[in-house]
């Protein structure tokens, strides 16, 4: 048995003797002693007393049960109630201060030996409970700390991936208008067209930024009914240029015009851009004459749906398992961020939707996603 510090609160001197004389043949210490039941809880403190054992009847305006609810509240120290009767509203008030044990005197060394080992035994088990709560709760708050650091960081690194075309068409587009100014003389209509597009382009970036919030927040999407038809061959112009660079031919049979759905046309237009980079990206190393995007916007096969299709001529999808491709900050480019098709899941994921990924033929990769049809304007 443990050896513990034990303090005696009994205002019977010859049983406090004895009492002191049977904890000392167990091998406990018996740190202190009092007959003042308001000395006990200082004492109790000040003796470092891991058990008191406690007369119910004490003198003084301290009983033993009060004595043992300032103990409890102020020091969490474990009781025993020592008694040789009492009425029953005494042991209300006794059962009320939760003690952990009752010897009835006269008790043997065996009982006073069962009651203090069960008594130590169940306050060290409510300790290490209580550590275990308090590690718990310290785990739950650091997961919650490092939960919203994702968050944020995520946040960041999709603004970052999705601002950054915009961005460029802004630099790009600012230096053609400096340089339509530097002529002689100057030509103000395509000056005008070039400042046209950058306020395009910066409309752009905020609303994506607005998107990119809302989505982080979780608030949800600012749902409208609109052409998806219209907005595949919004993004496809918007990436002609970037096409044209990197040799890339563009294929537009597959747009079924008249496909109304019900979503939110930014966070669309969003997932549209970033599957048609990750289709240009995947076609870099392909010979330049073999470089084909397609899209498309047919029927699902679920009623009252719609499918977008984007396919490429690429390096197709990796091996394993390409559910990873949609995971934060996972990518198989040297000068990736990952967070692409990230944002993409994302964004389907509260439209109720999924971003499928498969083979495409003869090779490359094709994603596709189904939005709900407008029920009011579709056909």
């Known amino acids: 048995m443990k050896r513990a510090n034990i303090m005696i609160v009994e205002d019977d001197r010859v049983v406090a003797r004895d009492i002191r004389q049977q904890l000392q043949r167990m091998g406990h210490a018996v740190v202190a ?168 382009d910066g409309h752009r970036a905020a609303e994506t930024i607005r998107s990119l919030r809302a989505l982080s927040r979780r608030s949800g999407p600012s749902f409208a009914c609109f052409d998806l038809s219209a907005l595949v061959r919004e993004v496809a112009e918007l990436s002609r240029e970037a096409l044209r660079e990197r040799g890339v031919k563009l294929n537009l049979e597959g747009v079924v015009p008249g496909a109304r759905v019900h979503a939110d046309r930014v966070q669309i237009r969003q997932v549209l851009h970033n599957l048609v980079t990750n289709a240009m990206d995947a076609m870099a190393e392909v010979p330049a004459g073999e470089r084909w995007l397609i899209l498309s916007v047919a029927p699902a096969q679920a009623e009252g749906t719609a499918t977008v299709t984007v396919s490429d001529t690429g390096v197709g999808l990796p091996a394993g398992d390409t559910r990873r491709l949609l995971e934060p900050f996972f990518t198989t480019k040297a000068h990736g961020m990952g967070m692409g098709l990230a944002i993409c899941r994302g964004i389907l994921e509260a439209h109720e939707s999924r971003l499928a990924l498969a083979p495409s033929t003869p090779r490359g990769a094709a994603f596709s996603f189904e939005l709900r049809l407008d029920d009011l304007k579709s056909g």
């Not at 009983?63 to 102020?74: I, M, P």
């Not at 010897?103 to 035994?121: C, G, H, I, W």
């Not at 802004?170 to 030509?187: K, S």
Request: hydrophobic residues 45%; aromatic residues 4%; negative net charge.
């Open 33 to 200: 002693a009092t007959a003042d039941g308001e000395q006990a809880v200082a004492l109790a403190a000040q003796a470092r007393a891991e058990l008191v054992l406690m007369d119910i009847r004490l003198g003084g305006r301290v009983d033993g049960v009060e004595a043992a609810r300032r103990l409890r509240a102020q020091c969490e120290i474990p009781v025993i109630f020592l008694t040789a009767y009492a009425d029953d509203e005494t042991l209300r008030r006794a059962g009320e201060t939760e003690p952990y044990g009752y010897l009835l005197k006269p008790f043997e060394d065996s009982q006073l030996r069962t009651t203090v080992e069960m008594a130590l035994y169940k306050h060290a088990a409510e300790q290490r409970l209580r550590e275990s709560e308090r590690a718990l709760r310290a785990a739950e708050a650091e997961v919650a700390r490092v939960a919203q650091l994702t968050r944020m960081s995520e946040l960041a690194a999709a603004i970052a991936h999705e601002i950054n075309q915009p961005l460029a068409a802004i630099v790009a587009n600012a230096g053609a208008g400096l340089n339509w100014l530097r002529r002689d003389p100057p030509d103000l209509a395509e000056t005008r067209e070039v400042l046209q597009s950058i306020r395009a």
